[in-house]
T-cell receptor, first 113, second 112 residues
Framework: NAGVTQTPKFRILKIGQSMTLQCAQDMNHNYMYWYRQDPGMGLKLIYY???????DKGEVPNGYNVSRSTTEDFPLRLELAAPSQTSVYFCASRLGQSTDTQYFGPGTRLTVL | QQPVQSPQAVILREGEDAVINCSSS?????VHWYRQKHGEAPVFLMI?????EQKGHDKISASFNEKKQQSSLYLTASQLSYSGTYFCGTDPRETSGSRLTFGEGTQLTVNP
């Protein structure tokens, strides 16, 4: 099992550009999450999904969009990138219940200049 | 609502003990503890459930007091490898819409 994988590892964007951060898991987990982590700070939930076709907003959804067409994939779309979106983005997944372990991907380090 | 972690930072000598606290203003079903090394993803340590249980993992253990809505992580006889930032993630839900809200983290440094 590869677990949770994310691509790319690093990316530099110019202000106003768009991009998609990819996330995939091979553990057949129902729940998937996107977090952002600013330097020296905790993890803030952007969006999450409880299954294919179902997504919902987290604490900081503005400027982002998600879709979940399959159980395995949960891409995060940034439209019109802004310097405030410079951060490390982590994707995570878990089977479904509060008692289940949540696994994190290795992260994508994004810089917007 | 984000849980509050204390202390924000702690510096230890190898072999010393530390306690990290995590408090919530909401009733909780579970508390999850993670450790993150610089430049890496958070790594799972343990889950504690409503019911006030205690868990151990080598020389790291934790407790969960659901009445006080508080969890504590105990690091005993610390090793250099314990250095990193510790996060608690809290969840008031058992199943539907289950998601973790993380504290700001406690930075632990263990020196030789």
């Amino acid at each position: 099992n590869a677990g949770v994988t994310q691509t790319p590892k690093f990316r530099i964007l110019k202000i106003g550009q768009s991009m998609t951060l990819q996330c995939a898991q091979d553990m057949n987990h129902n729940y998937m999450y996107w977090y952002r982590q600013d330097p020296g700070m905790g993890l803030k939930l952007i969006y999450y999904s409880v299954g294919a076709g179902i997504t919902d907003k987290g604490e900081v959804p503005n400027g982002y969009n998600v879709s979940r067409s399959t159980t395995e994939d949960f891409p995060l779309r940034l439209e019109l990138a802004a310097p405030s979106q410079t951060s490390v983005y982590f994707c995570a997944s878990r089977l479904g219940q509060s008692t289940d372990t949540q696994y994190f991907g290795p992260g994508t380090r994004l810089t917007v200049l | 609502q984000q849980p509050v972690q204390s202390p924000q930072a702690v510096i230890l000598r190898e072999g010393e003990d530390a306690v990290i606290n995590c408090s919530s203003s909401k009733a909780l079903y579970s508390v999850h503890w993670y450790r993150q090394k610089h430049g890496e993803a958070p790594v799972f340590l343990m889950i504690l459930l409503k019911g006030g249980e205690q868990k151990g993992h080598d020389k790291i253990s934790a407790s969960f007091n659901e009445k006080k809505q508080q969890s504590s992580l105990y690091l005993t006889a610390s090793q250099l490898s314990y250095s990193g930032t510790y996060f608690c993630g809290t969840d008031p839900r058992e199943t539907s819409g289950s998601r973790l809200t993380f504290g700001e983290g406690t930075q632990l440094t263990v020196n030789p």
